[in-house]
């Protein structure tokens, strides 16, 4: 029988095998705080389980964190870690410090089935779901990685995979992330997750009381558009998305984030944009405009600078909060839309 990874189990589920084991459920709890609140992996360390206990685990389970294979430095601060999953599979995250903030981009999947066509992990393919133990394990890594008195402050799902198309996997991380107690306590507003707009699982979402912010890949105001360089928009257009974003639940103060890839002379002239204050007209949002990152082959370009702030000032006057996203670790194949493992030689 093979041993479970008790990384990734949710705290209730770290009580249930302890009395399974025999145990009660506070020893459960121990070990829930023990690997989440205290980054500590090895049972030999938990030294205030009793010795029969440890012995009983052991047995049973083991723990896993993914070891990065490589960690790629950034002129600009990040970093790229790539994992060797099991099955030979690769992932990526980067580690994004910025002032007190370190920022976190997590990977869902390795590869991604949904073929945006400016995205080169859509280029990939969808190989296979990660397990919570791997997004979780994300987390763990790079705070191992860390300076001892330093740890990743926001995370956000928007490495490689739709998070939404592994959706057990993802509440289930997310579960663990924000349990105050006995999980990592990230506060639910400083973790984003980023979806290219499933529907069904945006509704879902939303009744699972996370409280967790939410990110729309749009990157078009109009279906035809969209449809083009994104093929979900077929299953779920801009009709059906924006009904359930404005069915969202979203706390006081709290807003939907869209991001909107900068594509020249496709989605960037003043009507595009015009059309999108339409189209977000009584959303409480804020728009981050990401100029295109290129990759070998891409079929895009990215706009003259002065395109894309014409294109900002537009949403501005309309009273939309708008950043320009400039992303980080392009030198290294880290910046959005470039995550693709093994990296081609
Ligand atoms: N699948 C989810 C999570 C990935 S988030 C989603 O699509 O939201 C990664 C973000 O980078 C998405 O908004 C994606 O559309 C964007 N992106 C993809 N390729 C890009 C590129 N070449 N340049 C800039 N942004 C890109």
Redesign the pocket.
């Known amino acids: 029988m093979s041993r479970v990874n008790l990384v990734g189990l949710l705290p209730s589920e770290l009580e249930d095998l302890a009395v399974e084991l025999g145990a009660s459920r506070y020893r459960g709890r121990q070990v829930a705080t023990w690997i989440y609140r205290k980054s500590v992996f090895d049972l030999e360390a938990m030294t205030d389980l009793p010795k029969d206990f440890r012995a009983g685990l052991a047995e049973r389970a083991v723990i896993e964190v993914p070891e990065p294979e490589r960690v790629t430095p950034s002129q600009d601060g990040s970093q790229k870690l790539v994992f060797r999953l099991a099955g030979d599979s690769r992932i990526s995250s980067v580690v994004m410090p910025d002032d007190d903030r370190i920022t976190l981009?997590v990977s869902?999947q390795v590869g991604?089935g949904?073929q945006?066509l400016?995205?080169?992990?859509?280029v990939m393919g969808l190989e296979r779901n990660l397990t919570p133990a791997e997004i979780v394990g994300q987390v763990l890594a790079a705070n191992r990685l860390l300076a001892p008195d330093r740890r990743v402050t926001h995370i956000?799902?928007?490495?490689?995979?739709?998070?939404l198309?592994n959706y057990a996997a993802l509440v289930t991380s997310l579960r663990i992330l924000t349990d105050a107690k006995l999980g990592l306590g990230y506060s639910p507003r400083r973790i984003t997750v980023?979806?290219?707009?499933l529907v069904p699982g945006i509704e879902k979402l939303g009744r699972e009381n996370l409280k967790v912010n939410v990110?729309?890949?749009l990157?078009a105001a109009t279906d035809e558009v969209r449809s083009k360089l994104?093929p979900v928009n077929r299953s779920f257009n801009l009709v059906a998305l924006m009904a359930a974003l404005r069915r969202y639940p979203l706390a006081p103060r709290q807003r939907i984030f869209f991001?909107y890839?900068m594509l020249d002379g496709v989605n960037d002239s003043p009507e595009d944009a015009r059309q999108l204050v339409k189209l977000l007209r009584g959303l409480r949002s804020k728009v981050n405009l990401?100029?295109?990152?290129?990759?070998e082959g891409?079929p895009?370009q990215r706009p003259p600078l002065q395109r894309i702030l014409a294109f900002q000032s537009i949403l501005l006057d309309a009273g939309l909060t708008t950043t320009v996203r400039w992303?980080k670790g392009e030198d290294i194949g880290a910046?959005?839309?470039?995550l693709r493992e093994p990296v081609p030689a």
């Open positions: 981009c869902t991604c949904f945006c400016f995205c080169l992990t859509g956000v799902f928007m490495g490689m995979g739709e998070p198309a980023s979806t290219v707009g990110a729309i890949s990157h994104m991001e890839v990401i100029p295109f990152n290129d990759w891409a895009f992303s910046a959005c839309g470039q």
